[in-house]
C-alpha cells in the first residue's frame, strides 16, 4: 500500500497548461451519448464529476482497510485514521491554513455555515450586534444567520451588488461600523460567478473588530485558495463541488476562534470526559466531529484535492478563464440572450435569459442536445429579485471542459431561439 503521508502531503510540482484531453480521460462518466449526442457537462457549479483518483481512493479504502477512526486500537482503524487525518491536513494545505486542526470535516458548506452561525455566534453574539452579508448570497450564508437573529436579536445588514453583477468593497464597508460582528460573503457568486474582493473588506472587517466568514464552495474548486492571504477567518467548503464525493466538506477555522467556541453537536469523540453532571470537550477539530464521520468520503476528498494539487490550481484558473471569455463571446451574438453578470473579476459560471423562452424550458431543450445546465434561482432567490428575475439558465465550466462544449450549448440555444421565435 502506498503510504498515506506521500500521496495526500507531499507538495506537489506545477505544471505550466491544463492537458484537458488527460484530464477528460480521468472522467469515464463524460464519455458518453445523451439522447445520441455526446455529453456536454455544464453543471458544475451544482455538482461537479469525480475522477478515477477519487473513485480508486475511495475503492481502496473500503477494499482494503475500512474500519472506524479515532476509535480502534486494531491495525484497520489506525491505517484508516492515518488517510483520514492525511485527508484533513491535505485539505489544510490545498488552502493555506497554518495547521491541519484548523480544519473541521463537515457534511459540506451548508453544515459549515450553519456551524459558524450556531457555535461562533450563539456564544459570542447578542441583541443588537450586527452580521453583514451581500446581497448575492447562496442561501446557505442567509438561512443561518436569519436563524440566529430570530433566536437572539441580532441584526442582518445586506451590501449591495451592482447592476453588472460586482460587489463593491466600498459598498460593503460603507455598512460596517462598531457593532458589525460578522462579515459574511461568497467568495464566488454560485449565482453570477462574480468573484468578490475578500482582501479588502477582509481588512476593513478587522478594523472595526468583526471576523470574516466566507463562503468557498464555488472559491475551492477553481482558484487557488490561501485562506491567509484571503483574510478569513472562517471558510466554507463542499467536497463535491470540487471532484470529490458528496457528503463531505470543511469548514476552515483560526485556531484561536475555534478553540473558544463551543461544540454545536453533542455525542461520541466530541468529548473528554462524560459523567452524568458533566462532559468537557475535546479540542478543536474532534470537539466539532460528534460521532462517526464520513470516513471514506473524507478519504475521497483528499484525493480530490491531491488531484487538483497536481493539475495546479493557476492553470485550472486560466483554463476556466479561457472558457468563461470564450463563452461570454459566443453567448452574446444570439440575439435575445441577455447574460445577467458581468463582473471585471468573474468565475467561469454564465448565467443568462432568453426573452419568450422559460429558463426551465430553455434547460430542457438543451438536454435534448446532449447539454447539462442548470434553470432556477440557483438558491439565490435574493439574488434573482435584485436583477428583477425568478429564475436564469446557469452554465457552469470545470476542469474538463471545451470550447467545443461551447459550441454545443451555443448550437442548442440557437435551435431554442428558432422554437420560441
Ligand atoms: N450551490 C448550485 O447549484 P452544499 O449544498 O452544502 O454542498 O453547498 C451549498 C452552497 C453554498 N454556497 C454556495 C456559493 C453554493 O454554490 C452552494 C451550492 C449549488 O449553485 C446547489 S444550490
Same mark, same amino acid.
Given at each position: ?190 449565482? &453570477?460567478?462574480? !468573484?468578490?474582493?475578500?482582501?479588502? @473588506?477582509?481588512? =476593513? ?5 468583526? $471576523?470574516?466568514? /466566507? ?115 459566443? &453567448?452574446?451574438? !444570439?440575439?435575445?440572450?441577455?447574460? @445577467?453578470?458581468? =463582473? ?5 459560471? $454564465?448565467?443568462? /435569459? ?68
Amino acid at each position: 500500500m502506498t503510504p498515506v503521508a506521500d500521496t495526500l502531503t507531499a507538495p506537489r510540482a506545477g505544471t505550466t497548461g491544463l492537458d484537458v484531453d488527460t484530464v477528460r480521460a480521468a472522467f469515464p462518466v463524460l464519455n458518453q451519448e445523451i439522447y445520441g449526442r455526446p455529453l456536454a457537462y455544464l453543471d458544475n457549479a451544482a455538482s461537479s464529476q469525480k475522477p478515477e483518483p477519487v473513485v480508486e481512493a475511495m475503492s481502496a479504502a473500503y477494499r482494503q482497510y475500512y474500519s472506524n477512526v479515532h476509535r480502534g486500537v486494531h491495525k484497520l482503524s489506525q491505517i484508516a485514521t492515518d488517510h483520514f487525518e492525511a485527508a484533513r491536513s491535505a485539505v489544510a494545505r490545498f488552502i493555506g491554513a497554518a495547521h491541519a486542526e484548523e480544519i473541521v470535516f463537515t457534511r459540506g458548506a451548508t453544515e459549515a455555515l450553519n456551524l459558524v452561525a450556531h457555535s461562533y455566534g450563539r456564544r459570542f453574539l447578542q441583541v443588537g450586534d450586527e452580521v453583514l452579508i451581500t446581497t448575492i448570497e447562496h442561501h446557505s450564508n442567509i438561512v443561518p444567520w436569519q436563524m440566529l437573529r430570530d433566536e437572539i436579536g441580532i441584526t442582518l445588514r445586506v451590501a449591495p451588488v451592482q447592476d453588472d453583477g460586482h460587489v463593491a468593497a466600498e459598498d460593503v464597508i460603507a455598512l460596517m461600523n462598531a457593532r458589525t460582528k460578522v462579515v459574511a460573503l461568497p467568495h464566488i457568486s454560485n449565482a &453570477l460567478g462574480t !468573484i468578490l474582493p475578500v482582501p479588502a @473588506i477582509a481588512e =476593513a472587517a478587522h478594523a472595526v473588530g468583526a $471576523v470574516v466568514v /466566507v463562503d468557498g464552495c464555488q472559491g475551492a474548486p477553481h482558484t487557488a485558495v490561501d485562506v491567509q492571504a484571503l483574510g478569513a477567518d472562517f471558510y466554507a467548503l463542499s467536497g463535491h463541488k470540487m471532484y470529490g464525493p458528496t457528503g463531505i466538506g470543511a469548514l476552515y477555522g483560526r485556531w484561536d476562534l475555534l478553540e473558544a467556541m463551543p461544540p454545536y453537536q453533542g455525542g461520541g469523540e466530541m468529548i473528554a470526559s462524560v459523567t452524568f453532571e458533566k462532559s468537557t470537550w475535546k479540542k478543536p477539530p474532534h470537539r466539532f466531529e460528534a460521532g462517526t464521520p464520513a470516513i471514506v468520503e473524507a478519504i475521497g476528498l483528499g484525493a480530490a484535492v491531491a488531484y487538483l494539487d497536481d493539475l495546479d490550481m493557476a492553470a485550472v484558473a486560466a483554463h476556466e478563464a479561457d472558457l468563461l471569455a470564450y463563452a461570454t463571446e459566443r &453567448l452574446d451574438r !444570439i440575439d435575445g440572450l441577455r447574460i @445577467i453578470g458581468r =463582473a471585471p473579476e468573474k468565475a467561469a459560471i $454564465v448565467s443568462f /435569459v432568453m426573452d419568450q423562452a422559460h429558463a426551465h424550458d430553455v434547460g430542457t431543450i438543451v438536454d435534448r442536445a446532449g447539454v447539462a445546465i442548470r434553470a432556477g434561482h440557483h438558491c439565490a432567490q435574493p439574488a434573482m429579485e435584485r436583477f428583477g428575475l425568478s429564475a436564469t439558465v446557469r452554465a457552469s465550466f470545470g476542469i474538463y471542459n471545451t470550447r467545443a462544449e461551447v459550441d454545443q450549448l451555443a448550437e442548442a440555444l440557437d435551435f431554442v431561439k428558432e422554437i420560441f421565435g
